[in-house]
């Protein structure tokens, strides 16, 4: 075992670990993919392992490398904050809020608050499961979502904080029969076809948390679609197949859509904060206590159990 390790070394290991791909890490590295391939197979000498299985279809990590992984994450964070604390300087933090007008944008509105010197920046993409792949990949720093639905993998490799129990809805064109009732019962949508992001890779843990909830209720989920971007394309894509989309009653309404909430009884859906589990930024600490602050404040975690539906989800 050598005394010294070159931080360039594990990055591109770490980088090669997060892509399992070696063509698109020497592109995040701004390398060509031999030098990439190079710096993995020195490192790999000097601790005498092999990291990596490759393969002409595939790269995955050896059992040595899924080893390495987590300390090599943890070396380069704090080279990262050292090079911070000698500069004076912090990087921007990046969150993904999924939607505007979501309780993830009061969060962060607070965060702000309490960082003022900080920078966080959002952006608005759908799915915490995409999401997740961003932030262990370093492309993205925090997310907010339904953590039980990720893989083991992935929610293994990141830090996450509830923060509300979130009451599900119904977004349904404007003249269904449903969108004439105050509040939707859940054995209503029985003989539905509900969308619910089925066949995006992006949101595999909402399908999962509404195949779940739909379960033994006659609700189907609805087959795979292209996801509509953009509020005219989702204005076309509702008048066309008039599902029912399943989301949460703080969506924010589109055009010739009503949002109806679940009832009878209602059903939550529990969102957390979600990091990689290394990263120490000012700004995280910000969020996390921000969150914890509005859900103490709001009661979101205190929901009444009388009339709510809490089904198997994971926290």
Do not use: C
């Not at 929610?155 to 029969?177: F, I, T, W």
């Not at 969020?287 to 089904?311: F, N, Q």
């Amino acid at each position: 075992m050598p005394k010294d390790i070159d931080p360039r070394l594990l990055r591109a290991f770490t980088v090669t670990a997060e892509e399992l791909h070696f063509t698109r890490a020497a592109a995040r590295l701004h390398l060509a993919q031999q030098a990439l391939s190079r710096d993995v197979r020195r490192l790999e000498r000097e601790l005498g392992v092999e990291l990596f299985v490759r393969t002409t279809r595939r790269v995955a990590l050896t059992a040595d490398g899924e080893r390495l992984l987590p300390y090599a994450r943890r070396v380069l964070a704090a080279q990262n904050e050292l090079l911070a604390a000698r500069t004076g300087e912090v990087a921007p933090l990046l969150v993904d809020l999924n939607s505007e007008g979501m309780v993830s944008g009061r969060v962060l509105a607070r965060a702000r608050e309490l960082v003022p010197r900080h920078e966080l920046m959002a952006r608005f993409r759908s799915g915490l499961t995409g999401a997740a792949a961003d932030i262990l990949a370093g492309r993205l720093d925090a997310s907010f979502g339904y953590v039980g639905g990720l893989a083991p993998v992935l929610r293994d490799a990141l830090g996450h904080q509830l923060v509300r129990y979130e009451p599900m809805a119904v977004l349904l064109p404007y003249d269904h029969p449903l969108a004439r009732l105050p509040g939707v019962p859940l054995d209503a949508l029985a003989g539905e076809r509900v969308y619910a992001g089925a066949g995006n890779p992006g949101t595999e843990e909402w399908t999962e948390l509404a195949r779940r909830l739909f379960a033994g209720r006659s609700i189907e989920v609805a087959p795979p679609a292209p996801m509509a971007v953009g509020v005219e394309e989702f204005r076309r894509v509702m008048a066309k197949h008039r599902q029912p989309v399943l989301t949460v009653i703080d969506f924010p309404v589109m055009p010739d859509t009503v949002l109806r909430p679940l009832i009878d009884p209602v059903p939550l859906s529990p969102l957390s904060l979600v990091w990689r589990k290394e990263s120490r930024h000012p700004g995280l600490e910000a969020l996390r206590a921000a969150a914890a602050e509005l859900a103490a404040d709001e009661g979101w975690l205190d929901p009444d159990p009388a009339d709510l539906l809490l089904p198997l989800f994971l926290h």
